[in-house]
Every structure is written in structure tokens, then in C-alpha cells.
């Protein structure tokens, strides 16, 4: 089967495609789908694939805050602070959609290419075979979920309760989504959580209190700690310093720890993700590439964040 269409134009449609999707379903989890589908089109299509895995870094960071189910710290901060889904997404949903905004305007800036509106045609073999029984079912079961968030049912509980049912299958045996598993990031996470909790018990923070009063210092302070020993760690360090009835706080730890990722390559899981995917592969992003796009995407949102929070 020959599909023509235009790739190099599909950078909205990749970003907040990524976007919206990360905000239900986990930034991580996009990341780790999205990559190979995208590059396997820009290989076939003979592209440069840079711009679309940044596109994907940055709208899986950037969508994902609008949620408190979009990321791992998102969740955390639901449970530390008590807000309702509904009233995080009311607060960071348009810092999302502008961030997602400027992240395109950033790509055609930086990468003249992806503007082109040259159709492309790609040739798809027509054995594509999908289990419509389990497709059904992974529906019902994702609308459920989201339903139960929007009703204020306990996130970490809902997510379990739903990925034990979709393992229960006579289609795909367990074992083989198993094997599946990144055992080099869980050792990673497990080494930045015995950091975190090594940090906490000497205190080491204390000292910080008096920079996080203010909305600027917060987030500043919050972007830096999360580049240096990622998001969820960063937040896990901080929640001791902010009262529970602090809405605002909350809010800005969440953005400010959500879009820190674009700013490095560590700053996010995402991040690590997308490159470790891309290497499987033979595609390299490195650190630089994606510093030079990710530098004024940071700021820019961070910002809107400030401004729109404060």
C-alpha cells in the first residue's frame, strides 16, 4: 500500500499528537512508543530524524503537565498536596498548549527542513494485523481510568488496577510484555531514589527553605535541581519544604520540575528514553543537538509558567 502525505508538515501534528497523548498516558510511556514509529518514517522517507525525536522529547514533557496522571512527579504532587485532577488540569492545561505552541515555532526555526510541504510517499506492507478482542478491551479499559481520575479515585490505585487487568489475557502471554521491561532505567530511578532519600535524612536541603518563598525562586531553583538529579527526585526533596494547603507552590513545583526536562538531556526520563531508543537504532541525539533546541524552550515555558501561575 503507497500512502502519500507530508511528513516534513507533520511537526504540529507529531507535537501535540505526543502532547495530548502524554497527558493521559504517561510521558515515559509515549517516549518509548512514538520513537521507533517515527524514526522507522523518517527512514523511510530518507529525513533527517533530529527535529522529530526533539519534537517528541519536548511535547511528551511539555503535554504531560497539564495532568496530574501526565508524569511521575505530577502523581506524586497529587497525592503530597490533595489537588483534584480536575483543578490541576484547569491550571497547567494552558501552560501546556502554549508551550506546545512555542515548541513548533522553535523546530521550524531551527530546522528550515521541517517546514517543507512537499508531499512524500512511503510504501506499507498491508500485513498489519491487530487483535480486535484485546484492542476493545484496552479501550474500555483506558476510558474507565480515565474516568476514574476525573472522579478523584486515588491515581497510583486506579493505574494498578488497570494494568493488572490488561495483563489478564488468553491473546499475549504476560511473559513476552515482561521481557519488555528497561532494567537499566529501573536500576538508574533505584539509584536517584537512594540519593533522595540519603539527602533527606541528612537535611541537606534545610538550608534552601528561605529560596523557595517566592514564585521566581521556586521555579528557578526547582529547574535546577531537576537537571542535575531529575524530576522525580527533585520533587521527592522539595515536597517537605512546601505547606499542603499551597496550591500555588504545588503548581509551579509541578511545571517547573515537568519542563526542566526539555532543558538537558538528563533533565527527564523522557529524554533518556527517546536517545536510548534512538541508539537501538543507529540514530544519535546528542547532548549539544538537543541543548541548543531545548535552552530556549525551557525559558520560554517557564515563563508562561510564572506568569500565568503567579
Known sequence: MVLTFIFPGARCELTFGSGLLSAFFLNDTLALVFTPLTLSLAQALSLNPIPYL?????????????????????????SFSGIGYIDFL?????VAIIGLFIQVALLCLLYPDVRSLQPCSIVL???????????????????????AFALGFPLAESALVAASLLLITRRIKPQRVLKKVDWNLLVMFSGLFILTKATQKLNLLQTFTSTVNSAASLLGFTVVLSNLISNVPAVLLLQPLIPQGDTKSWLLLAAGSTLAGNLTLFGAVANL??????????????FWEHLRFGVPLTLLTVTITYFLIH
Open 54 to 78: 526533539l519534537a517528541i522529547a519536548g511535547a511528551t514533557n511539555i503535554g504531560s503537565v497539564a495532568t496530574l496522571s501526565g508524569n511521575p512527579q505530577n502523581i506524586l504532587i497529587g
Open 273 to 286: 528514553i527517546t536517545v536510548e531508543a534512538a541508539a537501538e537504532l543507529g540514530y544519535k541525539l546528542t
Open 125 to 147: 506492507p498491508n500485513n498489519q494485523r491487530i487483535f480486535k478482542p484485546l484492542f476493545r478491551k484496552t479501550l474500555i479499559i483506558t476510558t474507565a481510568l480515565l474516568i
Open 90 to 94: 484547569q491550571a497547567l492545561a494552558p
